[in-house]
């Protein structure tokens, strides 16, 4: 079965850096988008970032812009969320996703977690100011 396993995540100060890390195993055939995404205590699971596996094209939420790096490893079947100036509004349980394999790219832009089929645990990122 699919499994998507995240690590990376711990406390930092404001100004700080994490980066993140998502193992994929269990596909039979590739995923055509990935995403994260992060959900604070009382809001809404929101998109952070996307990338279309084919080609490596991402999409970000403006409040990461410029801040966050999504890329990934197809050999090693990992993609990674760099972090940098991080704030305090950051803070969050993150969560990498994926689309069912055979999905089209078409909706990867939307960053919108109901377009995803397939959901890690989380990793926890906090940070202080």
């Known amino acids: 079965h699919v499994q998507l396993v995240e690590s990376g995540g711990g406390s930092v100060q404001a100004g700080g850096s994490l980066r993140l890390s998502c193992s994929v195993s269990?596909?039979?055939?590739?995923?055509?988008?990935m995403g994260w995404f992060r959900q604070a205590p009382g809001k809404e699971r929101e998109g952070v970032a996307t990338?279309?596996?084919?080609?490596?094209?991402?999409r970000y939420a403006d409040s990461v812009k410029g801040r966050f790096t999504m890329s990934q490893d197809n050999a090693e079947n990992v993609v990674y969320l760099e972090m940098n100036s991080l704030k305090t509004e950051d803070t969050a349980m993150y969560y990498c996703?994926?689309?069912?394999?055979?999905?089209?790219?078409?909706?990867?832009?939307?960053?919108?977690?109901?377009?995803?089929?397939?959901w890690g645990q989380g990793t926890q990122v906090t940070v202080s100011s």
């Open positions: 990338i279309r596996t084919g080609g490596g094209i991402t």
């Open positions: 996703a994926a689309f069912r394999p055979g999905i089209s790219w078409l909706g990867c832009g939307r960053l919108a977690p109901a377009e995803f089929d397939y």
């Open positions: 269990g596909y039979t055939y590739s995923t055509q988008c």
